[in-house]
């Protein structure tokens, strides 16, 4: 799956470099674990569900700050919905259950969330999908967020887990992706 060879990506400070190096080394990874992840998950969700691979298109400047793939239940997008992501940042790897500015009914997703989430230590949130950092993801770390994410129309809600680029381990993302998806299929329901 992945190899800590494969933040190099960043390591290249020229948008055509990194956008090639993306393509050419984290993209494929994504394909393929797209479709083992829709393999295996699939069959839990009534809708069918779709891989979104980042394609950066509106960077003309600027490399990118990191990149990522999407699975959700919208063909054609993925941030108008609740939806899964994995992927790096120069200092990690991310899997993460997103709900962004996108999303209408936010008070439907935060009551909904009410109902489904547990707390666990293991587990982060965040109000902004553009940053790596999570806290912890406690009651009150919860509730700060979802307050945040009804007032603040730029608010996103990001849980989820990073792996340190030093120190992941594939088997470790893949198990917290499966409670990553039955959070939301529990969810969905």
Known sequence: MFNSDDFKVFDDPT????????????????????????????????????????????????PPTDTWMAISTNKRGYKSLPHIEIGFWPECIFSNISFLTE????????????????????????????????QPLTKENFEAATQRYLKIKSADLVIGYTYDKESFDNEAILNDLLGLFSLLEKFER
Do not use: C, M, W
């Not at 470099?17 to 992840?37: H, Q, V």
């Open 15 to 62: 948008l055509a470099g990194r956008l090639g190096k993306i393509k050419e080394i984290i993209d494929p990874k994504f394909e393929s674990l797209g479709e083992s992840l829709l393999d295996q998950y699939q069959g839990q969700f009534q809708q069918q569900l779709y891989v979104h691979i980042a394609q950066h298109i509106r960077r003309h400047k600027n």
């Open 103 to 134: 999303i209408e009914k936010r008070k439907d997703v935060v009551d909904r969330l009410n109902k489904v989430i547990t707390f666990d230590q293991n587990l982060g949130i965040s109000t902004d999908h553009t940053q790596s950092q999570l």
